[in-house]
């Protein structure tokens, strides 16, 4: 007899997971092409733009650890509004900045948020959901992310309207904090990360880093590269996005126009990931990457050099969206369901490692080759990482997610 397939908790998930999920993304949807262009604004250099907008993921980076301990120790709610109150900070910050200094310390503030946010997110939906409808969880819960990126831009674009200059987007990173606040304040959910383990939870992590260093060194790094895709793509879609003739704010649409179609596939990939495994959803979505970014580097030289910009940053966003869930449910997959945060703690510094070291690549590449070896060195990784995840993914994970 075929025991039923347990339901997705939409109702639980809703107050605690997605509405604050499309708020967050909100503002950093809003968050990313506005310090590029705010960047290069200040600085008039590719370069140096791309340079300090890496300084959001950066700040991911730098609190992946961190965040698996303050997850641990006291709990999703306290730790989400933390988060929540920092990114309003750095927000606020990058919209006062009239120096590319106080501005690129306001980037790696709002990262630095995000993190914490994402970490505490990703804890209570790892356990809270039963693990066979898993990635459809996670894929919502991307989906969310995708609804508030979509927004994210455009508000971002209004409010650069409003207020007559590029900084006027951070508003936007700003006033989504505030009902933010509000609803995780508020939301109905029981703590899943506070296992009280005081003092102990700090030595935990590092514990963790080690005794998981080879799923962390080989799988973790391989998916990191599509993370590193979306990192990558947000950076060099505006730069191509100029390169071939468009204004900041015709731009600014075209990243959250592509953020809707990430939206719209994010479901459907959910459902492969639950039903076919994880590799048939991230191996696609890195063979399109990589063709895409191809199709990047080619735009500015190829005649309706605008078309095959539109075309690369449409397709890349499905791969986006198709993809969305797949990272965090192979962290989710691997770790303690007992005790999650250290792993998944864990698991964010190795797959942030990507996305936070490749826009400084990007800047090296754009500034001393081209913007197009920029792109065309992106495309190489996403090939490499294709090529080793097969083997990576059938030696770590469990048959039946594989």
């Known amino acids: 007899m075929r025991v039923s397939e347990p339901a997705v908790p939409w109702r639980q998930l809703l107050p605690t997971a997605l509405v604050p999920n499309v708020l967050h993304g909100c503002g950093q949807g809003a968050a990313m092409p506005v310090t590029l262009l705010a960047a290069k604004a200040l600085t008039g250099s590719s370069a140096a733009a791309a340079t300090v907008t890496a300084l959001l993921t950066v700040g991911q980076l730098l609190l992946a650890l961190p965040a698996g301990w303050l997850v641990g120790r006291y709990g999703e709610r306290r730790v989400m509004l933390l988060a929540t109150a920092v990114t309003a900070a750095g927000g606020m910050t990058a919209y006062l900045a009239h120096s590319v200094w106080l501005l690129a310390g306001g980037a790696l503030v709002i990262g630095s948020g995000a993190a914490v946010f994402t970490m505490a997110r990703h804890t209570w939906v790892t356990v809270a959901v039963p693990a066979p409808v898993r990635g459809r969880s996670l894929s919502a819960l991307a989906g969310a992310t995708r609804l508030g990126l979509f927004a994210g831009p455009l508000l971002a674009a209004a409010a650069m309207r409003l207020t007559s200059g590029v900084h006027g987007g951070f508003l ?189 690549a990007v800047a090296a590449l754009a500034g001393a080759l081209s913007l197009a070896a920029a792109c065309a060195a992106v495309a190489a990784l996403a090939a490499l990482a294709a090529l080793l995840l097969p083997a990576h993914a059938r030696r770590h994970l469990p048959r039946r997610t594989t």
Do not use: K
């Not at 075309?311 to 962290?331: E, F, K, R, Y």
């Open 172 to 360: 936007v990173v700003v006033v989504a904090c505030v009902p933010l606040a509000v609803l995780v304040g508020s939301a109905p959910f029981q703590e899943a990360g506070c296992d009280g383990a005081g003092d102990e939870a700090a030595p935990r992590v590092l514990r963790t880093v080690w005794e998981r260093r080879r799923v962390l060194l080989t799988l973790g790094l391989t998916l990191s590269v599509v993370s590193t895709m979306r990192t990558t793509r947000r950076i060099l879609v505006p730069l191509v996005g100029t390169a071939v003739g468009l204004d900041e704010v015709t731009v600014t649409v075209v990243v959250g126009l592509a953020a809707g179609l990430d939206f719209s596939l994010f479901y459907a990939g959910g459902v492969v990931t639950d039903r076919w495994g994880r590799v048939a959803v991230a191996l696609p979505a890195l063979v399109v990457f990589g063709v895409c970014h191809l199709g990047l580097a080619f735009a500015p030289r190829l005649p309706f050099a605008v078309l095959w910009f539109l075309g690369s940053t449409a397709l890349m966003a499905i791969a986006n969206g198709w993809s969305g869930g797949v990272v965090p449910t192979v962290g989710s997959d691997l770790a303690d369901p007992r005790s999650p945060a250290p792993f998944l703690g864990s698991w964010r510094l190795a797959t942030e490692l990507g996305p936070s070291v490749a826009p400084f």
